[in-house]
């Protein structure tokens, strides 16, 4: 019987490199990006999609907001869809249920619809301007046209304000988020702060994807 003797040599390892070139732990700086913003569909993607709105290439949801517009009663009048296209923001949808005749309607600054919808703030006014399209000063990015609701009581809004972006520059959907208000008169363009267009008879929380 032969004893055979392996020699085991031990390869020793040394890790030298296991605590090196650590500057990759700052990539755990990853959770401080700020990409969840209104994150509120669908998880991942959606905050994937929105770091990817820093570039142009956009993909459609971040170009895209909704607001279910209610009455101060809590009553659902519609639903409105904020776009951003080359013109500006464009609002789009119908509304039920409001009085007849002109009425204001606006972006304001603040993402709260409790009535009677003062918690929706001021205008939306990024560039510090004074209300009104045909005031020198103004106008406001928040300002839209007037809506006239017909005799049923209701709306088809198409609207564009010619200004910011929904998460871009001068976004619209910052921190405290945005609203979109139906005032009780016509707006008349010019007065500060809010056209003279009286109380705020409808709110929608603008919201997400
Ligand atoms: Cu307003």
Redesign the pocket.
Known sequence: MHRVFSLVSSVVVIAACSSAGDKSADSAADSSSPAAVGASAAGGATAGLVRDSANAGVASDTMRATATVRNASGRELGTLTLSETQQGLTASGRLTGLPPGAH???L?TTGQCTPPFES?GA?WNPTNRQHGTQNPQGPHF?DFPNITVGADSSVNVQSTTPGGTLRRTNALMDADGAAI?V?AAA?DDRTDP??A?GN?VACGVISGS
């Open positions: 204001g309607i606006h304001h929706a205008h928040g208000v005032h707006d809010s056209g267009s705020r």
